[in-house]
């Protein structure tokens, strides 16, 4: 049993786990990013969190819940690490078993992501390897001298007695500084080498990311090029959302750790299961086929109501309608499955892909190849839909099923298996608690009901009569469309609230709901002051 002092106990299992994750990098250069161990768990704790937790996560970290998860992971297990250390310290076997379960942990994890093989169990391996050998050597191995306590030697008393100088004391204090220093030069040295192989390995794995070719994709032209945008679709109001959101304002959301590269050369996709003409595709045969452009709409499902998880983009692809033509579903495969490299997948009605709206597979976003986080090389988009039953990005199969059958990602998750988009509104100035000039003040924002359309927007202060707002033009009822009204503030406290209508007449409802399971509802809401 080592006699070592629980600070450095603590210190010498939290060595053990950066020398763990550490080293397992740049194994995963070889492995690929997903393999590496707080990765592949944090895609673990991803998919496997209750619901609600993951709604508070976004509700308080928004979109950087992806940072917080990892720095929560991280924390969790530098505690958890110096609790082994201690362990460690009283009995080295505990130590490492618990080093062998996290690696245990971290296999699994690597293990079960979509798309992994064997290999994939190496970085964790490697790590749990290391992390053990380190753990040992401070405890029992070649670093135990220097991990020695630095108990105060007592002067001899005799020494005392004479009253002089007490031999041999000052000599063995400074023992004991330099067994501290000695400790703290190995975890420091361990540490440091840890972290620089992690960061190395980290930075290379980067490097093996596809922008290049990305970069090298050129668009085909398009044969039914998008409908322009007519003047005046952006009212060219300070702080309105434009028509087009550029791609790099564009929202991001998904739940892939680490964004999926995949090599527009060895893409595929595969149209299978109930079809009675299986199709599979390469990145140059869809290319080759004839590609539509539009204006469309994207919305996400955890949009509250007045949030910004909307984005307008002008979208380039093959319509999955043509496709679905050519594989001939089979009766009753009423759902088809897009199924993402990551293993991530939704599920859209057939019926909607064939009913004759632009649902794309779409290779190119704004002008350009689609960016790599917004699905590169090829993705789905279809007008109308929640983008978690219909948006796969990095999509690789498309698989013909039923509703009965088979359940998409986010649906055992708690969230509705069909998801039409709701009629909703948005102020975007003026902006909550924003202090203004008495007179008038231009009220806009935007409102949407994809594939339906908008027929009107109102606007109404302090539960006062609705007006109607002027809309702008838009290119389609597949595009949000942005509205204004001109308010003659009066000097006070006052409320605006904003509704829209849509084409087939339906007004969204003032009843606030939250957005699971299928979309929030509720009237946008924006308190100002009038001075
Ligand atoms: N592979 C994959 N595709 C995905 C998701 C995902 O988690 N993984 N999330 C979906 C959701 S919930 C939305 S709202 C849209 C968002 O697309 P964007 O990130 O390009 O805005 O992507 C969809 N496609
Ligand atoms: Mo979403």
Redesign the pocket.
Known sequence: MSSMSRGRAALAGVTAAVVAIGVAEPVAVLTGPRSAPLIAVGGLVVDVVPEPLKQFAIAVFGTYDKIALLVGTAVLLAAIAALLGVLAARRLRFGLAGIAAFAALGVAAALTRAGADALDALPSLVGGALGALTLWAFVAGPLREAAAPSTPPSPPAAALARDEAPAGWEPQEAAGDESRRRFLRGVGLLAGTAAVAGLGGHWLAGRRGVSAAREAVRLPTPVAPAPPVPAGADLAVDRLAPFVTPNRE???????LVV?QVDPATWRLRIHGRVRRPLELSFDDLLARPMVERHIT?????NEVGGD?I?NARWLGVPIRELLDEVEPEEGADQVV?R???G?T?GTPTAVLRDGRDALLAVGMNGEPLPV???FPV??VVPGL???V??????TELELTSFADFDA??VPRGWSAQGPIKTESRIDTPRRRDRLTAGPVTVAGVAWAQHRGIRRVEVRVDDGPWHEATLAPTVSVDTWVQWSWRWDATPGDHTLQVRATDAAGETQPAQRRPVAPDGATGWHTVPVEVG
């Open positions: 564009f929202y991001r959301i998904d739940t892939a999926p994207l919305a996400c499902v955890s998880l984005g897009g993402s490299v990551d991530w939704c986080e917004h699905g993705r789905m929640y983008g978690y219909s948006a796969c990005k990095w999509v990602y986010w």
